[in-house]
């Protein structure tokens, strides 16, 4: 089995668990989405939900972020890690998609990753999450580790891993592959206590003989 039949099965096992995958985040914007992917580096997607379920209910457009002072921003945000740098790119980005957007949230990687503190995978889940389009493959801690375990890729770095991961995945999964990994990844494949004896990719992992 090479490696575009392998992610080909991977995904097919996957589907069968994960039937309606998704991302973890609750939003119903596309700026709701852009805000709580920001929020959610080096945090929980729980964390994000519940800080957000009081803070969409305030900010409903970008110019509620630009025109909020900062340090009403950071309160409303502080329990989440890093919340004044998330704060600041909050503010900041609202004010360029104001100014170079005229408000409205860009649909291309290019324009998202102009964004401050927007990057790849940022942008990625946006894109899939909010407009289903796919322009690459959002690589996060789950789908770095996995997709190595898996023999997908033997790169750390997680530009090179997109790149390698959309050479051997149909386009139109691309946005799929990511959520299947990571709900993988939460369920089953956890860093340190990988379930091997549940995990329907078992035989395909060369992990799981170690």
């Not at 503190?117 to 289903?132: E, S």
């Not at 996995?146 to 890729?153: A, D, N, P």
Request: proline content about 4%.
């Amino acid at each position: 089995m090479n490696k575009k039949e392998k992610v080909l099965e991977i995904i097919r096992r996957l589907e069968k668990r994960y039937p309606d995958v998704k991302t973890a985040l609750n939003f119903k914007t596309a700026l709701d989405l852009l805000v709580a992917t920001i929020l959610s580096a080096q945090t929980t997607d729980v964390n994000v939900n519940k800080v957000t379920e009081k803070l969409f209910k305030k900010y409903k457009t970008v110019y509620d972020y630009a025109n909020v002072p900062l340090e009403e921003l950071q309160e409303d945000i502080k329990s989440i890690n890093f919340y004044k740098n998330k704060a600041n790119y909050i503010k900041n980005l609202a004010k360029v998609l104001i100014d170079r957007f005229n408000g409205e949230l860009p649909k291309s990687m290019e324009e998202l990753v102009s964004l401050p503190g927007v990057g790849r995978k940022t942008a990625n889940i946006v894109l899939w999450n909010a407009f289903g389009i796919n322009e690459g493959i959002a690589v996060d801690t789950h789908v770095k580790r996995i997709s190595k375990l898996l023999g997908l890729t033997e790169n750390t770095d997680p530009e090179k891993i997109e790149q390698d991961l959309m050479e051997i995945t149909p386009h139109e999964l691309w946005g799929k592959l990511s959520h299947l990994l990571i709900m993988l990844g939460r369920e089953i494949c956890k860093a340190k206590a990988p379930n091997h004896k549940e995990c329907p990719l078992n035989d395909l992992c060369p992990s799981s003989r170690i």
